[in-house]
């Protein structure tokens, strides 16, 4: 639980300062602006929509320096909400958010058996 929170508040911190450090790209699309954030070498760090008040929401996600997949999920006015992932290492963590609070977690590591019906 303490990772978690630990990646949740450095991705909170990447989103506020992510305007001073890096380059952005903003898109103007109907009453929401797509932003994208890039690493100094010049892969994407963030891409996601903020609304007309200049809250995040819609779909975020975030890339580590080598383009690869750290976390996914989505905002409304500003709080997550529903569920996010987040990939580290071998391990993928589910954590479904309302307002903004953490209501449960799941986690999967590469031993993990998954059912599948076909």
């Known amino acids: 639980m303490k990772k978690i929170v630990v990646v949740i508040v450095i991705l909170c911190v990447g989103f ?20 994208t954030y890039f690493h100094d070498n010049g892969e994407i760090q963030q891409t996601g929509t903020f609304d007309v008040n200049g809250k ?7 890339f580590d320096v080598e383009g690869n997949k750290l976390a996914v999920g989505n905002y409304n006015a500003g709080k997550k909400v529903g569920k996010w992932f987040f990939w580290e290492g071998d391990s993928l963590k589910e954590v479904d958010f309302v307002d ?3 209501v449960s977690v799941n986690q999967w590591d590469n031993r993990t058996k998954v059912a599948v019906n076909r």
């Open 16 to 35: 506020t300062y992510a305007q001073d450090k890096n380059h952005v790209k903003l898109e103007k699309k109907g009453e929401l602006t797509v932003a």
């Open 56 to 62: 995040l929401d819609g779909k975020w996600t975030s």
């Open 100 to 102: 903004s609070k953490i």
